[in-house]
């Protein structure tokens, strides 16, 4: 059993959203068919961090940014692939979270024809490779992760403690030494450079 997450019990601060967020589930109900998996990896881009899409401020394209935290925004990169990001701040103000990794737990099979038949470690690790794997599309900018019907976030019953641990983020130009890229500790499906096991 998948509990959805409520607004109320996502923190309001977009470092502590995203160690939050480890452990949790991403859910994707489409068309009768539902794929679904652990977060083992994310990255927090705060208020006032010059490698977050809100730095300059509100635009068409990042506005999904300044909704209530848990609300999904998308964007397009390298003309090929899908990010998926959670709003991590209070209505308003531009912050969020990227969702880097899962786990594959549900739809597996349906996640591999999305991806050409990936090994199952692969199929979700990296931002891109889980947007395709769990069909997160443009369309999906601006969502309600916490109410809507087809995409959401979820806590296991049988959630496992997990071990988070922080190392810096992945792909930037600006503030890569800030340790805001959290992820599970030991998890194979984690993406970017090997990481300590313990």
Known sequence: ????????????????????????????????????????????????????????????????????RGHAYVYFIYGMYCCLNVSSERAGVGAGVLIRALEPTEGIDLMKERRGSSPVRDLARGPGRLALAMAITLRDDGVDLCADPSLWLGVSDSENRTVVAATTRIGLSREQNRPWRFYERGSRFVSGPALPKR
């Open 1 to 68: 059993m998948i509990k959805r997450l409520r607004r109320r019990d996502l923190p309001i601060d977009t470092v502590k959203l995203a160690r939050f967020l480890i452990g949790k589930m991403l859910v994707h109900d489409l068309r009768g068919h539902r794929t679904s998996g652990r977060i083992v990896e994310t990255e927090a881009y705060p208020v006032g961090d010059a490698a977050g899409h809100a730095f300059r401020g509100e635009t068409k394209r990042n506005a999904s940014l300044y909704l209530a």
